[in-house]
């Protein structure tokens, strides 16, 4: 009688073990059920859960919020209209550890037309222009200037002097003195001989580096309760033997619009007038 129920039990067991086996198969990567992203009712309850405060149970649960990305400091940014749709954009940014300020000018050039103007020059997509730039103060009133432009192979080394005096409440006097060593780069040219063409090959031509230096004494009125501003300067340099001289304006319109002219050699046969305005942006 025993060995016959023990027979039995063996026979249970043998048959429910592929029963066993079946549940206990491991899930697939076929048979994982990928799960919902949660909706924002759920967002809202997890987020006022991992908030929750014991302390106090009535207060609200404050939004999550994914931090920020440091963002840079802005940069001033002056633009200057030139003649024939040409434009002038300056960048400058203020280093207040260095007692320094870095920035670049940028030109481009003028759009052309589809027709002739005999007034006007040809515009070419090689008169955009670029030059970058560092001015550091070391002294009251004194600062070294230094200035790059891969454009024209130069590059310039200058000290700036100036000392502004204040005439009561409100006129302002500065006196301004910059001298500077501007370095040019050795150039090469291919030039053609004279003649039908095909006479004969192209010659190559070296141009040497040149050394030259400047001198751009100054002087300025600044009007603080109107704006206005005027100023009159003389610009000497080595490779001139003429002494350019040179009075302005400027008037502040309104905000960030300024208004100015120049004229330049005054009472020479060279003598030039120039009008421009600038805006100046915060971005």
Excluded: C
């Excluded at 003028?110 to 997509?125: I, Q, T």
């Excluded at 030039?191 to 100054?218: F, I, R």
């Amino acid at each position: 009688m025993i060995r016959i129920a023990t027979l039995s039990l063996t026979a249970l067991v043998l048959a429910a073990a592929p029963a066993f086996a079946q549940d206990a198969a491991p899930v697939t990567t076929d048979d994982a059920v990928t799960p919902a992203p949660l909706t924002a009712e759920e967002s809202a309850a997890l987020a006022a859960a991992l908030q929750y405060d014991p302390a106090n149970p009535s207060a609200p649960a404050r939004p999550l919020k994914v931090p920020a990305l440091p963002q840079p400091k802005s940069f001033d940014m002056t633009r200057t209209a030139q003649p024939y749709g040409a434009e002038t954009y300056s960048l400058k940014r203020t280093l207040p550890v260095l007692n320094a300020r870095v920035g670049a000018d940028l030109g481009t050039g003028a759009d052309p037309v589809p027709y002739y103007e005999p007034n006007r020059p040809l515009a070419a997509p090689t008169r955009n222009t670029g030059a970058a730039w560092a001015s550091v103060d070391v002294a009251t009133g004194a600062s070294i200037d230094a200035r790059v432009d891969p454009t024209a192979d130069q590059s310039r080394l200058a000290t700036t002097l100036r000392h502004s005096v204040p005439l009561g409440g409100k006129v302002s006097f500065t006196v301004q003195n910059s001298s500077g060593i501007t370095n040019t780069a050795a150039a090469s040219a291919t030039t053609a001989p004279g003649g039908l063409p095909m006479m004969a090959l192209p010659q190559a031509t070296n141009t040497a580096a040149t050394q030259t230096w400047d001198d751009q004494p100054s002087m300025k009125f600044d009007v603080l309760s109107t704006g206005t501003s005027f100023s009159a300067g003389l610009a000497r340099s080595s490779a001139d033997p003429v002494t350019h001289n040179r009075i302005g304006a400027e008037q502040k319109v309104y905000g960030p619009l300024n208004i100015n002219t120049a004229v330049t050699d005054v009472g020479e046969s060279t003598e030039s007038r120039s009008i421009g305005a600038n805006f100046k942006l915060t971005w």
